[in-house]
């Protein structure tokens, strides 16, 4: 495992000049902003409101005018995804530094985005944001010696869906999650689509494929839509993974495990499961990587 703030092969800690200085908001906790940089991207953490609204920006571009999802009332007139939660979250951000805008002038801009949330912050006031969907409580005090971080709102910008940005994202991901000494990486990981006919084969695929155990099982709050809509004989596993969404592949790829049933979220017009990664479970050769230098074979990229 590396040391916190040293540099991961290609990846170097600079200072950050992405915008004029604005008043920090954020208590980065002894982390750097800037988590590592590669050519012209860079991740790093959110400190200021503007860096916020840029990731808020993007989100509501990927899921509203992409993914058409509903906009809540005034999200639609300033173009960016609200959420009660993000005042709570720390936001992790890819910046392509090199980006133009349609003057053809220089102006560094948001391509990819995670939310994370803290469970001692949840602890403090606002819970969980899957809660609003899945009953977490009875794992969680199951698990009450550890540490867990809640994953949400993960987007990355249409233009720029490449494994370099992907990586930037995980591996920021990974050096927050080591330095908060987190346990468990928790949230809801939604598939396109309200008709769970439609998602009955990836659906069916991680019922019988990666269910969590027992000890980590989570059940929908209310509205529960059954996963194994298909026999078991009737999944072929690799069309199973096949029909999955790049991000659910990418997490079952690292060892993820999912609950019990899955909740129809109307406003984003997804099908929302939930995952449960405890990093102790996770193969030796992604964590090698993720500490590494950048160079990844394509194979186990998500």
Not at 11 to 29: E, T
Not at 131 to 142: D, H, K, S, V, Y
Not at 243 to 270: H, N, S
Request: charged letters at 25%; a positive charge.
């Amino acid at each position: 495992m590396w040391p916190i703030g040293a540099p991961l092969g290609g990846i170097v800690h600079r200072p950050v000049r992405l915008i004029k200085r604005r008043r920090v908001i954020r208590d980065l906790a002894g982390l750097p902003a800037v988590l590592g940089q590669f050519g012209s991207f860079e991740v790093r953490l959110a400190a200021t409101k503007r860096e916020i609204r840029m990731a808020q920006r993007l989100r509501y571009q990927v899921f509203y005018e992409e993914g058409g999802a509903t906009p809540q009332q005034g999200a639609a007139l300033i173009r960016r995804d609200i959420c009660p939660f993000d005042a709570f979250c720390d936001h992790l951000l890819v910046i392509d530094k090199e980006a133009r805008n349609r003057f053809g002038r220089i102006k560094p801009k948001v391509v990819g985005a995670y939310r994370l949330l803290r469970g001692d912050v949840a602890a403090q006031g606002p819970g969980f944001y899957s809660q609003r969907e899945f009953e977490i409580g009875p794992m969680l005090a199951r698990h009450a010696d550890k540490r867990f971080l809640e994953l949400g709102r993960s987007c990355v910008h249409a233009k720029y869906r490449s494994k370099r940005v992907i990586e930037l994202l995980w591996r920021g991901l990974w050096i927050y999650a080591k330095h908060h000494r987190i346990d468990v990486l928790i949230g809801c990981a939604s598939l396109p689509g309200v008709n769970p006919l439609a998602l009955a084969l990836p659906l069916s695929f991680l019922h019988y494929e990666a269910a969590a155990s027992e000890e980590w099982s989570v059940r929908p709050c209310a509205a529960r839509v059954e996963m194994a809509i298909l026999d078991k004989a009737a999944v072929d596993p690799r069309k199973g993974i096949a029909a999955l969404p790049p991000l659910l592949k990418g997490y079952l790829r690292v060892g993820a495990r999912f609950g019990d049933g899955a909740v129809i979220d109307a406003q984003f017009g997804t099908t929302d499961v939930f995952t449960i990664m405890p990093l102790a479970d996770i193969e030796q050769r992604y964590i090698n990587y993720y500490s590494g230098p950048m160079e990844m074979p394509d194979k186990l990229v998500a």
